[in-house]
């Protein structure tokens, strides 16, 4: 079992910046695919940013590209995902995910993952 609990949500204006972490426990934590996710009121959830265990191979939502960086610290047991210059749109509950098995391509999949945290509120003001 891993238990997954998020941090850093928070209120920031329109080209500001968030760093949310996700702190980890339970198992072996740098085998496992970490993946942010986001869901904004009336729409489905969305993939946002995934890191492979070593931390070599990240995944980015084309919307946030260049702007979002997902890293983790194995040590800590802990995956980041910095957000600069924030839209509105990017406004959104922000979870964390993790699972054990995910073939390579499959990452962006929010079924793939087994593992989730409570959510953290992102809000982006205009």
């Known amino acids: 079992q891993v238990q997954l609990v998020e941090s850093g949500g928070g209120l920031v204006q329109a080209g500001g910046s968030l760093r949310l972490s996700c702190a980890a426990s339970?198992?072996?934590?740098?085998?496992?695919?970490m993946g942010w996710f986001r869901q904004a009121p009336g729409k489905e959830r969305e993939f946002v940013a995934a890191?492979?265990?070593?931390?070599?191979?990240?995944y980015y939502a084309d919307s946030v590209k260049g702007r979002f960086t997902i890293s983790r610290d194995n040590a800590k047991n802990t995956v980041y995902l910095q957000m600069n210059s924030l839209k509105p749109e990017d406004t959104a509950v922000y979870y964390c995910?993790?699972?054990?098995?995910?073939?390579?391509?499959?990452?962006?999949?929010?079924?793939?993952?087994?593992?989730w945290g409570q959510g953290t509120q992102v809000t982006v003001s205009s």
């Open positions: 995910a993790a699972d054990q098995y995910i073939t390579v391509g499959f990452q962006k999949r929010a079924d793939r993952y087994t593992y």
């Open positions: 339970g198992r072996t934590f740098s085998s496992y695919v």
């Open positions: 890191i492979r265990w070593g931390g070599s191979m990240t």
